[in-house]
């Protein structure tokens, strides 16, 4: 996920389409895809953000916070996401991932948000919630799924849309929408330039997409983190990378 900048803020991890059914790193199971994320984020020094994007078929869950950890396999622990100890030993990974660097995208599910109205509107636009799990604490206390709180917006945009003022000024107004709502916003299929080059006069607006960059296999992000270290953010789209002292 990029900036308007071109600035990486988080990667993704998401069950492949056909397209790239090749990816054997994105499992198509919510559970093994949780898992397999945070296993293979744990292997680096620096925690680095990331989301899971279930795509066209998100989980059939009334999306709760509960429901989030029982269909990705984990509980929560403080700020702490572990596996979950209802599952099989050989199902379930070793350690734990800070729960605040975990993004779960969720359908545009209305008792998540009170103003998720704002946007059932926009159903070209395709809206779903970013969410994060939540320590809270129940009478007997801490809970072990906590709270489930939105972050923001993810949408994606009908291709070539930036050709056609109607949908131009559609989309305007749901980025005014969600300003109010204080909700950022990713578009999450910035697929072709021209559309993404009419987007980035949005400064806060955030992006995912081949132009910026074509989903990776395991092997490949892990060499590219490898190679960063701890200046993972800094690489940039179009620039030199490693960047030259």
């Not at 071109?6 to 991890?13: H, K, P, Q, S, T």
């Not at 994606?156 to 980025?175: A, D, H, N, Q, T």
């Amino acid at each position: 996920m990029f900036s308007a900048k071109g600035l990486v803020l988080e990667y993704a991890v998401a069950i492949p389409t056909r397209r790239y059914e090749w990816r054997r790193s994105a499992p198509g199971q919510p559970t093994r895809l949780v898992h397999d994320a945070i296993a293979f984020f744990q292997a680096f020094n620096e925690r680095i953000p990331f989301s899971v994007n279930y795509g066209d078929h998100p989980p059939r869950i009334g999306w709760s916070a509960a429901e989030v950890c029982a269909s990705g396999g984990v509980a929560l622990n403080g700020n702490e996401l572990l596996a979950s100890p209802d599952r099989p030993p050989e199902q379930r990974f070793d350690g734990s991932y800070p729960a605040s660097l975990v993004t779960f995208h969720a359908p545009l599910v209305s008792h998540l948000h009170a103003r998720s109205q704002l946007f059932s509107s926009y159903t070209e636009f395709h809206i779903g919630l970013r969410t994060r799990l939540m320590p809270t604490i129940a009478r007997s206390g801490p809970s072990s799924y906590g709270a489930l709180r939105v972050t923001g917006l993810h949408l994606r945009v009908p291709s070539g849309f930036s050709e056609y003022s109607s949908l131009r000024g559609r989309f305007i107004k749901l980025l005014e929408r969600a300003d109010l709502a204080k909700l950022p916003v990713l578009v999450s299929n910035a697929d072709h330039a021209h559309d993404l080059h009419w987007m980035r006069m949005f400064p806060d607006l955030q992006f995912q997409g081949d132009v910026l960059s074509p989903p990776l296999g395991a092997d490949s992000l892990r060499a590219l983190l490898a190679l960063s270290g701890d200046n993972w953010r800094n690489f940039r789209v179009g620039s030199r990378y490693p960047p030259r002292g």
